[in-house]
């Protein structure tokens, strides 16, 4: 199993943004499609946005099209997910996660194999 580590997350405030960042540890992020999900309290986790292997495929969930942007580094080897115009409903646990397939990416937790801690964003005022 691959280890990932996310970072970034916080405390914000409605209309505020923050930027996550998934590392890896130990191999090149750019083998693998990256997936971001996440998991509010009492409800089941869900994907929000992914990106392929080459970067040149994106999806997003309907609830954070046009507001989050995903993108990655090779050279830097993260994957950074940029949240804008953040909503209380956006609070919750933030995984990244690394998927084998070869070309574009999915946003079904099946697809992934290796999964990030977590981290916790809030938004609050």
């Known amino acids: 199993q691959l280890q990932l580590v996310e970072s970034g997350g916080g405390l914000v405030q409605p209309g505020g943004s923050l930027r996550l960042s998934c590392a890896a540890s130990?191999?090149?992020?750019?083998?693998?499609?990256i997936g971001w999900f996440r998991q509010a309290p009492g409800k089941e986790r869900e994907g929000i946005s992914c990106i392929s292997r080459s970067g040149s495929s994106t999806n997003y969930a309907d609830s954070v099209k046009g507001r989050f942007t995903i993108s990655r580094d090779n050279v830097r080897n993260t994957v950074s997910l940029q949240m804008n115009s953040l909503k209380a409903e956006d609070t919750a646990i933030y995984s990244c996660a690394a998927s084998s397939r070869s070309v574009g990416c999915s946003d079904e937790q099946a697809d992934f194999h290796s999964w990030g801690q977590g981290t916790q964003v809030t938004v609050s005022s």
């Open positions: 130990g191999f090149r992020l750019s083998y693998y499609a």
